[in-house]
């Protein structure tokens, strides 16, 4: 079995300060993982995903993750936020080319002025 | 935008009744999911498609079920709505590169 866990339900910053979102998972088998990110009343949408290759991500709005195989982690990270940053982020993982996203239970960025 | 469109947006319903949602999409995708999502779990895996009349079960299964007769829809249908089942849908579609583009959801409620 596998599963995610993402660290804090809620992370409060000011804005233009840096972020880090948690996310560690199990599994006894290699995975692929992927944050998503849900602006308020919207659907998900792909921020990053790491298949293989390089351990450190870069994804779109300035975010990047970093695999870390021995921590079985991946933790996303921004130097400087936005207001517009604001949103709830999913951690999500696969098993290799098998199986379907399992998500963790999400992460409330909350960016203040 | 993967051209998912997803119908009714919004929804009240009464428990004991049927209710059936609606995900299409634009852009020719095999792989058609549905999930739910709830304060505090995430996002859930209801049931998903792999094909035209291929689908199975997911995590969250119990009380649904789904049917997909062209590649472009995704039917979601809640045999006898109870309260639990109050939630959000979103529905996703998938390539199988792995990245999976999600609809605007549909917001039910179970009275």
């Known amino acids: 079995a596998q599963s995610v866990t993402q660290l804090d339900s809620q992370v409060p910053v000011f804005e233009e300060a840096p972020v880090e979102l948690r996310c560690n998972y199990s599994?006894?088998?290699?995975?692929?993982l992927f944050w998503y990110v849900q602006y308020p009343n919207q659907g998900l949408q792909l921020l990053l995903k790491?298949?293989?290759?390089?351990?450190l991500v870069k994804g779109i709005n300035g975010f990047e993750a970093e695999f870390n195989k021995s921590q079985t982690s991946f933790h996303l990270r921004k130097p400087s936020v936005h207001i517009s940053d604001t949103a709830e982020y999913f951690c999500a993982v696969i098993r290799g080319s098998q199986g379907n996203l399992i998500f963790g239970k999400g992460t409330k960025l909350s960016v203040k002025p | 935008d993967a051209g998912i469109t997803q119908s009714p947006r919004h929804k009240v319903t009464e428990t004991g009744t049927p209710v059936t949602l609606r995900c299409h999409q634009t852009?020719?995708?095999?792989?058609m999911y549905w999930y739910r999502q709830d304060p505090g779990h995430g996002l859930r895996l209801i049931h998903y498609s792999y094909g035209v009349k291929d689908t199975d079960k997911g995590e969250v299964s119990d009380g649904y079920s789904v049917s997909r007769s062209k590649t472009e829809d995704f039917l979601l249908t809640l045999e006898s709505a109870t309260s639990s089942q109050t939630s959000v849908y979103f529905c996703?579609?998938?390539?199988?590169?792995?990245?999976?583009?999600f609809g605007p959801g549909t917001r039910l409620t179970v009275t």
């Open positions: 790491y298949l293989s290759g390089s351990t």
């Open positions: 599994s006894s088998v290699s995975v692929y």
């Open positions: 852009e020719n995708h095999r792989y």
């Open positions: 996703a579609t998938e390539t199988g590169t792995d990245e999976q583009y």
